[in-house]
């Protein structure tokens, strides 16, 4: 049964850094692509950050670019989300998602159940 | 950025209803488009991926159709675990995007 289990989330004050972790099991992690999306309270769906299987290829959204990065240690596969000059606008929950192949153009399979990063001013 | 429009935003449906919610998007994405439903405190799970393709579980009366830059989700015979939020993703080109959303709500 594939699953992906995130941690890391909690309390952080502005401008601090936080790193979120993303257990995964039930498949050839190094095989797929994973994702961050992340969800403002009451608020859509936002995409963060991709990285395919070999984690040598990173993408990110306007927002995060220059402070979030995305990593992978396909050895424990698990996957990482380092954030930086955290601001009230980063509070949300993050979800980590695998997506359906490696690759372009797949969509988010499977998803975990987020965990919530509070960014105090 | 590749912007998706969702219409409408918010909808109020009855059991049994057929529901069409249209994803439009800013430019072509072929058929590279997803759609998603999230319940209040859980994660967005996939309903449907390469715009119409249904994923493996989900019920037959979802049903997506659609590609260029006007897709729609459609729910026949609607139930009450349909009551939900539901979302659009594009898959073309990075950053990738989600719609605003559409709440189906009870009437």
């Not at chain 2, 409408?8 to 759609?35: E, H, K, M, N």
Request: proline share 3%; aromatic share 12%; hydrophobic share 35%.
């Amino acid at each position: 049964e594939v699953q992906v289990l995130e941690s890391g989330g909690g309390l952080v004050e502005w401008g601090g850094s936080l790193r979120l972790s993303c257990a995964a099991s039930g498949f050839t992690f190094s095989s797929y692509a994973m994702n961050w999306v992340r969800q403002a309270p009451g608020k859509g769906l936002e995409w963060v950050s991709d990285i395919n299987g070999r984690g040598d290829e990173t993408y990110y959204a306007d927002s995060v670019k220059g402070r979030f990065t995305i990593s992978r240690d396909n050895s424990k596969s698990t996957l990482f989300l380092q954030m930086n000059s955290l601001r009230a606008e980063d509070t949300a929950v993050y979800y980590c998602a695998k997506r359906r192949k490696d690759g372009y153009n797949s969509d988010l399979e499977y998803w975990g159940r987020g965990t919530l990063v509070t960014v105090s001013s | 950025d590749i912007q998706l429009t969702q219409s409408p935003s918010f909808l109020s449906a009855s059991v049994g209803d057929r529901v069409i919610i249209t994803c439009r998007a800013s430019q072509d994405i072929y058929s590279f488009l997803a759609w998603y439903q999230q319940k209040p405190g859980k994660a967005p799970k996939v309903l449907i991926y390469a715009a119409s393709t249904l994923q493996s579980g989900v019920p037959s009366r979802f049903s997506g159709g659609g590609s260029g830059t006007e897709f729609t989700l459609t729910i026949s015979n609607l139930q009450p675990e349909d009551f939900a939020t539901y979302y659009c993703q594009q898959l073309k080109i990075y950053p990738l995007t989600f719609g605003g959303g559409t709440k189906v709500e009870i009437k």
